[in-house]
């Protein structure tokens, strides 16, 4: 890539200790994020979207969740090897993260006003008076309406796309490098979920931040996204920018994902396409292709024992190469 | 609208919850959550209701399934009142409903087998000695093993769970079946696979389905008809088709607008509608939708009755200055 990188992660595994024992949740992955670059990472419930969110803010669940291998190297230093001093000097400074439920976000016995007024207290050296201040421009500036009488209220008094409109302000707050978006619109409704996708495109815009957004809704990437990474089973599958991931689907999950999705311009009452079974559990994955018991093929055993690795189809499109699920 | 069965219709529906206040707990006002509804359903037809979170929607399922008691109008189930105190009930094993979330409505203590027993017990229409046999043939129609009846429903999936909650309902061999969010809670690939079993069985077995949903692309995809719902009125019904390529009403067409496409080729114009669907409790009074628009017509709705008008065949819009 010619961009300058932001976010460089490699390698990254990660894994839970559970009743059933120790269960891989991310298995060596890899990605970039470029400078104002806007990177989608999609798949199904349990694909390990979220964990790879939390291990970028080292919010992992401890002591069950632990990082077994692989660093994040953003803006050149390791997130992995910073002290939680450290740390926390990054998270909500330079790394911003909206939440998908806006209300389980914010704290319902504070205003939004105080909530907002910590994250300048903690990472900008002024006082109360003008975090406040801030706090309010900041509200004005995601939309809020009256921001100076509403920064008095708490979560509850607002509707939900406000919420989400405020833990958007505190996430953006300091104006950090990098907006890690985790499913941010999923809780709301879709005219609310277009402003509030509009708001954070018009933000990335006037800030040049970089947004590493989290979806299950394919429609949501298309309309937001430079690059997408399809998530399956704890590791990507395919890395490709939009446009190309649309027209030339390689991996036969993202083109299973692709077209099972009802879209308004299809004939109605058509049978859909499906994605034979379903996700895999964490517990009873191979090591090899994961896709195969939904592929429809079978496959031999030394595809199943050893996974195929990543291969640049074309410019920029990486694809896991299974012989049986990709189109090389 | 005469060849056809009519097998639901709706007649001027008001579904109103008091709102309680004060130290006597007294009725200060009113959430008007269905106001003056009206819908026809046809047999083996497929009626979608969309609209955003807290337009009502499912408090009309739930009326036309008895479980919330209509504050006035009709329904009418195969010409038979259904709503009121003194109608009877025996129209309930004809109208079955599933719900949203499967995990929520199965109950976890409870085999599979025992949930699908239920209703044939309570109906008493299936004997004793025969009823495992139907649960399999249930398991089976909905494509699960018969096997299944020994096990409870943690050991199923989110899409498994959603068929049990449809072999639930077809249990009782019921004409209409209420589907309130069948698949908003599932993943893409599995939702999918449940929206073809639904069409699958209403070939099959003939069912009608009044369906609701938020996605609007899953409900154009399995409709006949579409009714859009918004603040506790229907501003649009008709043929799903129509309502896609010529809606009438400006909240159909900001709605349509909203959905994303996954197509990145395709960079349309995003109509966003300002500001949130206002409160059922003190709703404004000309047009809900012009009010939150700020449309300069507003003013000349104030205090006006809005009617339905049929613009084309079967193709009703609730009329109003600013909005059609």
Not at chain 1, 93 to 109: D, K, S, Y
Not at chain 1, 241 to 258: D, I, K, Q
Not at chain 2, 189 to 201: C, E, K, P
Not at chain 2, 300 to 320: A, P
Request: proline content about 6%; overall charge neutral.
């Amino acid at each position: 890539m010619e961009t300058d990188i932001l976010l460089d992660i490699k390698g990254l595994s990660v894994s839970f200790e559970t009743d059933e024992g120790r269960v891989q949740a991310l298995d060596s992955v890899d990605f970039q994020v470029g400078l104002g670059q806007t990177l989608g990472l999609v798949g199904e419930s349990g694909c390990g979207k979220s964990v790879t969110a939390l291990s970028i803010m080292r919010l992992l669940p401890k002591p069950v969740g632990k990082i077994t291998s692989g660093r994040i190297h953003f803006q050149g230093k390791d997130l992995l090897e910073l002290s939680a001093d450290g740390m926390r000097q990054v998270r909500g400074n330079e790394i911003g993260m909206i939440f998908q439920e806006p209300m389980n976000a914010l704290n319902p016995v504070r205003t939004i006003g105080d909530q907002l007024s910590e994250v300048f207290l903690l990472h900008q050296e002024i006082g109360v008076k003008e975090a406040w201040l801030k706090s309010v421009e900041m509200l004005h500036d995601v939309g809020i309406p009256a921001p100076d009488s509403r920064a008095f209220e708490y979560p509850h008094q607002l509707s939900g796309g406000m919420r989400q409109r405020v833990v958007i302000a505190m996430a953006l707050a300091c104006r950090p490098k990098l907006v890690i978006a985790d499913e941010p619109t999923t809780a709301l409704d879709v005219t609310v979920q277009a402003q509030i996708l509009e708001l954070l495109q018009t933000l990335q815009k006037q800030l040049g931040s970089s947004v590493l957004l989290i979806t299950h809704d394919l429609g949501v990437i298309a309309e937001t996204c430079d690059e997408v990474c399809v998530m399956y089973a704890g590791r990507i599958v395919e890395r490709a920018s939009t446009v190309e991931l649309f027209a030339n689907p390689r991996h036969a999950y993202t083109r299973g994902l692709l077209s099972s999705i009802p879209r308004l311009d299809r004939i109605p009452k058509t049978e859909l396409s499906t994605i034979d079974g379903m996700v895999p559990g964490l517990s009873d994955l191979n090591q090899g292709c994961r896709f195969a018991p939904r592929s429809g093929k079978v496959h031999p055993q030394a595809l199943l024992d050893q996974r195929s690795p990543l291969q640049e189809v074309a410019e920029g499109h990486w694809v896991e190469s299974c012989p049986l699920c990709s189109n090389l | 609208m005469n060849a056809p069965e009519e097998l639901l219709k709706i007649t001027d529906l008001r579904v109103h919850f008091p709102v309680r206040g004060g130290i006597f707990r007294r009725a200060v006002g009113s959430c008007k959550a269905v106001d003056r509804v009206s819908l026809v359903l046809q047999k083996g037809q497929t009626l979608g209701l969309v609209g955003e979170s807290g337009c009502g929607k499912s408090t009309l399922a739930k009326s036309v399934v008895k479980l919330v008691e209509p504050t006035s109008g009709s329904i009418k189930f195969k010409n038979q009142e259904i709503a009121g105190k003194k109608a009877q009930n025996n129209f309930r094993k004809n109208v079955q409903m599933v719900f949203q979330d499967p995990a929520e409505s199965l109950n976890s203590r409870m085999t599979v087998g025992a949930i699908l027993e239920e209703p044939l017990d309570i109906h008493h229409i299936v004997e004793k000695n025969v009823r495992s046999e139907r649960v399999a043939e249930l398991l089976e129609q909905v494509g699960l093993s018969g096997s299944a009846a020994n096990r409870y429903p943690f050991e199923f999936s989110g899409g498994q769970r959603q068929r049990i909650g449809i072999a639930r309902a077809l249990a009782l061999q019921p004409e209409l079946l209420v589907l309130d969010e069948p698949v908003s809670a599932l993943d893409v690939s599995v939702q999918s696979q449940v929206l073809n079993l639904l069409m699958d069985l209403q070939s099959k077995l003939g069912l009608t389905y009044l369906l609701i949903a938020h996605d609007l692309a899953v409900v154009k995809h399995v409709s006949d008809i579409i009714a859009v719902m918004y603040l506790g009125k229907i501003v649009e019904i008709g043929p799903a088709e129509e309502i896609y390529l010529k809606p009438a009403h400006a909240y159909t067409k900001a709605l349509i607008s909203a959905i994303p496409i996954p197509d990145p080729t395709k960079k349309r114009k995003r109509v966003i509608i300002p500001g949130d669907v206002p409160s059922p409790i003190n709703p404004p009074s000309g047009c809900a939708f012009g009010h939150r628009v700020g449309s300069s017509l507003y003013p000349e709705s104030v205090g006006k009755k809005l009617d339905m008008e049929e613009v084309s065949t079967g193709h009703f819009v609730l009329q109003c200055p600013c909005c059609t």
